[in-house]
């Protein structure tokens, strides 16, 4: 049986990583919303330290931990990365036909805040950009669970933020901003920070619709049940 080596173990044990996230797990899960308005106090190191160290405690491909987090607080880096962040946002609303506000669709949920976002990443206290350090099909997949477990982490000291994806169009110009070197990929671009929106339960569709059991087209009856009684 393999034993982890002494410097791959994390310094913090999992018995004051739990002390230190006040929010518990199903609290923390439950009410994961997307935050993409932020208070401006400054994250303290501390607190990106726990969300950090939690990120890494995340599972990647054959433990290959092909990750590296570029932390994000110099306010001119910020703002020199605010317009690019824009531009990805609108490239990516171009490619599927909508180039101005009046475009958005009557009643999206989601596109008037993520606009929101992108015209004010000037505000956001920190940005990680979560990096897998190869590029190529696999190397991407491999990162994304580090995701989950910093927003989780974060969740748990009451910081908020969302996952973001850029667009190839900025690609050159961020890699060059951060120093990225050309073989890494920026997998995801996540603000950070004390939320000026609250959090709460999300939204989701009923367990019954997108659960089956057994074959992809038999409901689960349990499923159904979980559904309306929650
Ligand atoms: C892979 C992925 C990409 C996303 N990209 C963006 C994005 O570019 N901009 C943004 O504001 N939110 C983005 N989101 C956040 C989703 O819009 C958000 O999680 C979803 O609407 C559910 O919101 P809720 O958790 O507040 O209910 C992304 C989420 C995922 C998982």
């Not at 659960?211 to 499923?223: F, I």
Request: net charge negative.
């Amino acid at each position: 049986m393999s034993s982890t080596p002494a410097d791959e173990r994390s310094p913090t044990s999992p018995e004051s990583a739990a002390a230190r996230m006040p929010v518990p797990l199903g609290e923390a899960l439950y009410t994961l919303r997307a935050i993409r308005r932020f208070r401006p106090e400054p994250l303290p190191d501390e607190a990106l330290r726990t969300i950090l160290e939690a990120a890494t405690r995340a599972p990647s491909c054959g433990n290959s931990q092909g990750w590296r987090f570029v932390v994000v607080r110099d306010r001119a880096r910020i703002e020199a990365f605010a317009p690019l962040y824009r531009e990805a946002w609108w490239a990516k609303r171009r490619e599927v036909g909508i180039h101005s506000v009046e475009d958005f669709p009557a009643g999206h949920r989601v596109m008037p805040h993520a606009h929101d976002l992108a015209e004010h990443f000037t505000e956001v206290p920190a940005l990680v950009l979560l990096c897998a350090t190869e590029r190529g099909p696999d190397a991407e997949p491999c990162v994304v669970p580090a995701a989950q477990h910093l927003l989780l982490a974060a969740r748990g000291l009451g910081i908020g933020g969302t996952i973001t994806t850029l667009h190839p169009v900025v690609e050159e110009r961020v890699h060059d901003l951060f120093g990225v070197p050309p073989g890494a990929q920026i997998v995801y671009c996540i603000p950070l920070g004390y939320p000026a929106t609250p959090f709460g339960a999300v939204r989701r569709r009923p367990l019954g619709e997108v659960v089956a059991e057994e074959r992809w087209d038999a409901p689960a009856r349990w499923a159904e049940d979980a559904a309306r009684s929650s």
